[in-house]
Structures are given as structure tokens and as C-alpha cells.
């Protein structure tokens, strides 16, 4: 009998997992209360985490106690000649290290986090070794970074170690705050520039995050971590390489609306102001029968106002 009743409960539960269509090709959303599994997927499939990286650099230079205040020059050896990616952050810009910081986790900007290694103490060789630390404190034994932007594939992770380091990242007020602000202005070179989250769904209607970080490589696919709050339960979430933003954006939607028992959706538009639930299959497949009705009716009119056209012709 308890064999049935667990069977049943197993069978259950994966049906509605099995339900939440995930363009991510490895997920997990953990309950942050009771550390239980909600969603996954392939989640101990170890392949690159992009940007995502920037919450271990975070982590570490945090931990390091430096001073947040200390003025950082942007050196060319910050420039990326790995990926060649574009930054507003030009050679020779004067920040603080805790707009470096801010810069990294809210806009993903990689030469700003490429600063932070630099002036880490110890340099680069330093920021691996302070890096190699906090992963075995952490426990991700399959986690391997290398540098601190995410530009590198060799930079790699799974699923289950990222949940770890979101949790350990949310035990940062820093961090928070600093990833879940829309967008903010810094002075690059005497001028004011605005930066913006490369999150949209943060500050969006109906989100509540608590943290979050994108990341995207050709080799990583578009990637997401997020904690956030539905239904009164706070989760963890874990995207990676999603084929697109609007897959990614999905996963997060359908994630959201599982956890507060809605149907997931098929598709998001894009709107002014954030994401959108457009329709769902069930109510796409009967928009798309009214107007196959709607056109019929029309058809059938237009022959029969041709037939009545052509009798009266014929009587004149």
C-alpha cells in the first residue's frame, strides 16, 4: 500500500514537471525554506556559466574586506581580447571598487569585473586562489572558474552548485541590493552614463527578485539565476543555456506560474514596461478557430451577395 501511495505521489509530481515546457537545457528551482527540489532538469550537467561567474568574483572581493572606496583605473588589460564584447566603461575611467562592483553584477560589464581580479591582492593569481577557497567552502565540487568575467568556456559549473552559490550570494546585502536595482547612473571619464539591469524582469510588474544575474557566451547559451518570492514561498532558480532571451524569460514565467499554480504559457511579446503572458496554447487554439470561423462567414457571404448580384442581371 505505501508502495502505490509513493508511486502515486512520484508520478504525480512528475507530471507536473514534465508539464512546464523549459527552452533552458538544464533547470532547478529549489524552495529556499525547505531546501526541497520544485523543478529540474539535467541539473548535474557541468557545462559554462558566462556571467553568472561575476557572483563568486562579487563573493570574493567582498570577502576580502578591501576598501570599497579605493579609486580603480580601467587598464587596457581589462579590455576583453577573448570575446572581443564592447564595454561604456572606457580605458582610463576612474571608479571607486564599489562601483566596479556595481557596474559587474547590475550590467554585467566585464571590465569592470576584469578590474576587480586585477587589483585583487595577489592580481589575478590571487582572485583564482581566493576563488578555489570559496568553491571548496561552498561545496561545488564540480565548479571550475578560472577568471572572473564568464568570458571563458573554461569557467564551468552544474546547476545543483549554482543554487549553492545564489544562497551563499543572497547572504550579501551588497550583492542584493546591487543586483536588483534597475538601473543607475555612474560617471565614466567626467561624463554621466546611464546602466541598466541586464535583467528586464527585474522591477518588472508582478516580480518580486531577490537576486539575479544574466549571463550570456556563445558556448554558455543565454543563462539566468534568480531568487524570488510567488505565492508566499521564496525560490531559487537556476537557467542555463537557454537558445534565446525570450526562451530564457519563458522558463522563468512558466517557473513562476508552477509555483503559484497557474497553467504555464506558450509564448511571451514583448510590451513597454516588461514581459507579457500573451496567450496560452488552449486559448491560441481557439483564437485561431473564431477567425477560421469569422473568414468562412465572410466567404459564404460574399458568394451569396454574388448570387443575388447575378439573378438580378439576369431579370434586367
Keep these: 500500500m505505501i508502495k502505490k501511495l509513493f508511486a502515486t505521489v512520484l508520478m504525480t509530481f512528475s507530471a507536473a514537471a514534465f508539464a512546464v515546457p523549459f527552452g533552458s537545457q538544464s533547470v532547478l528551482v529549489v524552495e529556499d525554506d525547505t531546501g526541497k527540489v520544485l523543478l529540474e532538469k539535467n541539473a548535474d550537467t557541468v557545462m559554462p556559466i558566462a556571467s553568472l561567474t561575476k557572483l563568486m568574483t ?14 580603480i583605473e580601467i587598464d587596457s588589460a581589462d579590455v576583453d581580447r577573448l570575446k572581443y564584447s564592447t564595454s561604456r566603461v572606457a580605458v582610463g575611467a576612474k571608479l571607486t571598487r564599489r562601483d566596479a562592483l556595481h557596474l559587474a553584477l547590475m550590467s554585467s560589464d566585464n571590465r569592470a569585473a576584469a578590474s576587480l581580479a586585477r587589483t585583487f591582492p595577489g592580481g589575478n593569481d590571487g582572485f583564482k586562489a581566493a576563488v578555489r577557497k570559496k568553491t571548496r567552502q561552498l561545496g561545488m565540487t564540480h565548479t571550475v572558474i578560472e577568471e572572473p568575467t564568464g568570458l571563458s568556456p573554461h569557467n564551468r559549473s552544474n546547476a545543483g552548485d549554482l543554487v549553492k552559490m545564489a544562497k551563499a550570494s543572497t547572504e550579501y546585502p551588497e550583492i542584493v541590493r546591487m543586483t536588483t536595482e534597475t538601473k543607475d547612473v555612474f560617471d565614466i571619464k567626467g561624463r554621466d552614463v546611464n546602466f541598466s539591469n541586464t535583467n528586464r524582469l527585474v522591477g518588472a510588474k508582478g516580480w518580486d527578485v531577490g537576486l539575479s544575474k544574466t549571463g550570456f557566451t556563445n558556448e554558455a547559451g543565454r543563462c539566468l539565476i534568480m531568487n524570488i518570492t510567488a505565492a508566499g514561498k521564496k525560490a531559487t532558480l537556476v537557467l542555463l543555456n537557454a537558445g534565446a532571451s525570450s526562451a ?7 517557473i513562476r506560474r508552477f509555483i503559484t499554480g497557474d497553467e504555464p504559457v506558450s509564448r511571451v511579446a514583448r510590451a513597454a514596461g516588461g514581459p507579457r503572458i500573451k496567450a496560452s496554447a488552449g486559448s491560441s487554439k481557439a483564437k485561431i478557430r473564431a477567425k477560421s470561423k469569422g473568414a468562412k462567414a465572410k466567404a459564404t457571404k460574399k458568394r451569396t451577395s454574388a448570387k443575388v448580384n447575378a439573378t438580378r442581371k439576369r431579370r434586367g
Design 58 to 71: 562579487a563573493m570574493v572581493v567582498l570577502d576580502a574586506k578591501l576598501d570599497m572606496d579605493e579609486i
Design 248 to 254: 530564457r524569460i519563458m522558463d522563468a514565467l512558466n
